[in-house]
């Protein structure tokens, strides 16, 4: 213990941190974590990991003029104990930021503003994905440790380009080949409450995930076993790698070179990465997956009717899905308000339409994607018998974005609905026949839903799926139950208007 | 013929408009060596040249018969630099560096260590950034010897410091000079120091090195109607020409 100890002073005293180190710490770990995220998700721990492991070998072992390097410590040992100190410090921090974010979302639900977020608190239930992210990590970590020893600034910020430039063509061709795999199974994804893009998309959708996690984790060994070799080959070359090296000259000289390859190369990459994501959405938009063969009707995508076949859809309940998990396949892919398949579609959303390859009439039809609703035909909605339900409620069009600003648990836009109305409506204007055309035009929508705890449905921080028992439309001034046909009259429109007027939020 | 400690042959380094060019320099093994010279002539570059923490362009630098660039690692087990202020975290207490010393080079002597502690009074569990200047240096010195080496260089480690602990320091280097296998080079601006105990002046100028000479020849070459010089007129005298 004394030693672990000892070894952490040599970093922390036997160096002086200056303020150069700080700086050069803070672009470090700005660059590697944007490597590590690809972009699109934040990795704050390994920007903090990455920051305090440079400046502390930075400033022990890095410098020539150090105490930590005059000392007679060999080599391979200076490396050995840097080495090991950069990867659990990157790594340390890595999950304890992951933690801590996830120990945040646990509280915003609690606080009752998980509605905003819609996301669970773990991304996975597979290990291997987690196991994956984390080779993941260490990887990206490791191919950025060289250079903690070098000294020459131009070399610095050459080392760290090559290394986030490999990290992005990783990322791109990842998420390049999984774009085009499209989902292989429908029930893993079922095992997942949040895509995870890079661990679910790469590892998940390509044939034999088992053989490229093998491959994945020989690549992860090979960088971290040449990242230690370069980091020994640099110390010994200070006059190569060093600074204070006195060949200020040279460095002058040769600096429009090494910036004009520096400007190309990012250059380059930048144009690569605009071609293949512009080639992918190309080829993407040809695709059967890429025609829209369904939409919502309303702004409530929670609870609002979509259409799919010319057919009006309601959310369905979850015991109502596809019995049989390997009879799915893609016919098209969904839009919200009829969102056109473009290049933040393809990145972000693609939201694809699946359907049970043995029931012609698509009676049930998923969506998958960023987002995970299930739906079912209207008419065959229609048929349930409602006496297993114990709450009813009727939904405004803005509810689920007014829950999200509310404190606690309680949802917005709400009211509580009598069975007594119901069972009025059900008796007046019997099996409804739903039509999209009827969603064209309207003022204001109502949802009616039927949960079977009502009291957990309004109390509980998650959104469950309800049985939907129709909708009201205004159209003109008018109230209209489900379709122009059922204009809402006398004693019932009253009792309505009562309603829509107490909602709660 | 006495052997080098440590031979510098045609440095050349550029930093920006400074330059040392074709330095030539030699140290005398067994011998305490003073450089002496202008502010800016390079004693401090030269000094940080033999220490590897900066790096010449072209040249050759040989301390104790192995060449620097091929085993840095060997040469610091036998020679230890001490630069003129701390290369390490002033937060640390001297204590808790000795033992982490002790762990990185198992010859560190600690009974060595805690003596001259006390013969100079310092508190080895207060924090360096508490400690004055002079006694910044004292402790330099000290973790130095400490170490054990056979060649000590150091630069101007006695600036600052009172005269009575200057005068402890000058003793410690001669008491470390018993060995006779043991080499000082320093460099300062206190000259009398030299004149106490040096043996051999290196007077540098302009990232060259004009002489390198024995003190006791200096004097009587310099000597003026049978008085002899001291090393501050022989530099004078020399730099002023």
Redesign the interface.
């Known amino acids: 213990m004394k030693k672990i100890i000892n070894t952490l002073r040599i970093f922390r005293y036997l160096g002086k941190i200056d303020t150069k180190d700080i700086i050069n710490g803070f672009i470090f770990g700005f660059v590697v974590s944007i490597s590590m995220s690809n972009v699109y998700s934040s990795t704050s721990g390994v920007f903090w990991g990455a920051l305090i492991a440079y400046v502390l070998i930075r400033s022990s072992f890095g410098k020539n003029d150090s105490l930590a390097a005059s000392m007679a410590f060999g080599i391979n040992m200076k490396v050995t104990y840097s080495y090991i100190l950069y990867g659990v410090i990157g790594i340390f921090s890595y999950i304890v930021f992951l933690l801590a974010g996830k120990l945040f979302l646990f509280v915003m639900l609690s606080l009752g503003s998980g509605g905003m977020f819609d996301i669970s608190a773990f991304n996975y239930q597979n290990a291997t994905n987690y196991f994956y992210d984390i080779l993941l990590v260490i990887g990206t970590l490791y191919l950025f440790f060289p250079v903690c020893f070098i000294g020459k600034a131009s070399l610095r910020w050459m080392w760290m380009g090559a290394a986030a430039l490999a990290r992005f063509s990783y990322g791109i061709i990842t998420s390049f080949i999984s774009m085009n795999y499209g989902y292989e199974n429908i029930q893993k994804l079922e095992e997942i409450d949040y895509e995870a893009f890079i661990s679910y998309g790469f590892m998940e959708r390509m044939p034999d995930p088992e053989l490229h996690l093998a491959i994945f984790c020989l690549v992860v060994a090979l960088i971290m076993i040449v990242s230690f070799k370069l980091a020994i080959k640099i110390l010994r070359n200070p006059r190569r790698f060093g600074d204070n090296t006195g060949t200020l000259t040279k460095i002058k000289k040769h600096r429009t070179k090494i910036i004009t390859i520096i400007v190309s190369v990012v250059f380059i990459v930048i144009l690569a990465f605009g071609v293949m994501v512009a080639a992918a959405v190309r080829k993407a938009s040809t695709k059967p997956e890429y025609e829209m063969v369904a939409h919502s009707l309303t702004n409530d995508n929670c609870y609002g009717p979509v259409t799919f076949e010319g057919e009006v859809y309601f959310p369905a309940e979850e015991e109502e899905v596809f019995p049989e998990a390997n009879n799915s396949e893609v016919i098209g892919y969904f839009g919200y308000n009829d969102e056109k398949v473009s290049l933040w579609y393809v990145l972000l959303s693609e939201n694809f339409v699946y359907v049970d390859k043995n029931d012609k009439s698509y009676t049930y039809m998923k969506v998958r994607g960023c987002d995970l609703r299930d739906y079912i035909k209207a008419s065959a909605s229609e048929k349930k018998d409602l006496s297993g339900y114990g709450g009813f409620y009727i939904w405004d069009e803005d509810w689920s974005h007014q829950t999200a600003y509310k404190t606690g648990f309680e949802k917005a836009g709400w009211s509580e609905v009598n069975r007594d109305i119901i069972n009025s409506l059900e008796e007046r204007y019997g099996v409804v026949e739903y039509k999209a055309e009827d969603f064209e035009n309207y003022e204001a929508y109502y949802t009616l839903t039927a949960f079977k705890d009502g009291k957990k449905a309004i109390d509980s921080p998650i959104i469950e799926e309800p049985h939907v028992v129709g909708c009201i439309l205004k159209i003109d001034g008018n109230y209209y139950y489900g379709n122009k046909e059922n204009l809402l009259t006398g004693n019932l429109l009253e009792e309505v208007m009562v309603l829509l007027e107490s909602e709660t939020g | 013929m006495q052997e080098s400690a440590i031979v510098c042959s045609n440095i050349h380094?550029?930093?920006?408009n400074f330059e040392?060019e074709n330095l030539d320099f030699e140290v005398k093994k067994g011998c305490i060596t003073g450089l002496v010279g202008r502010n800016g002539s390079g004693k401090t570059t030269l000094i940080?040249l033999l220490?590897?923490?900066?790096?010449?362009?072209s040249g050759n630098i040989i301390i104790d018969g192995i060449p620097l660039?091929e085993n840095a690692?060997?040469i610091?087990?036998r020679a230890?630099?001490v630069?003129d202020e701390?290369?390490?975290?002033?937060?640390?207490k001297p204590d808790?560096?000795a033992?982490?010393?002790k762990?990185?080079?198992p010859s560190f002597n600690m009974e060595l260590y805690q003596s001259k502690m006390r013969l100079f009074k310092l508190d080895g569990k207060e924090k360096v950034k508490n400690y004055s200047s002079g006694m910044q240096k004292k402790l330099l010195l000290i973790l130095a010897l400490a170490r054990r080496p056979e060649i000590l260089v150091l630069d101007e480690p006695t600036s600052e410091v009172d005269p009575v602990s200057r005068a402890e320091m000058l003793d410690m280097l001669q008491e470390f000079m018993e060995n006779e296998e043991h080499t000082v080079l320093f460099s300062t601006h206190i000259t009398s120091d030299l004149d106490k105990i040096a043996d051999y002046i290196a007077i540098m100028d302009n990232g060259k090195i004009l002489l390198t000479e024995e003190k006791e020849t200096l004097r009587d070459e310099y000597c003026i109607n049978g008085v002899l010089p001291t090393v501050e007129e022989i530099m004078c005298s020399i730099l002023r020409k």
């Open positions: 380094l550029v930093q920006g040392m940080r220490a590897g923490a900066k790096v010449y362009t660039e690692v060997e610091r087990k230890v630099f630069f701390p290369n390490f975290s002033l937060a640390v808790v560096l033992e982490v010393m762990m990185m080079e």
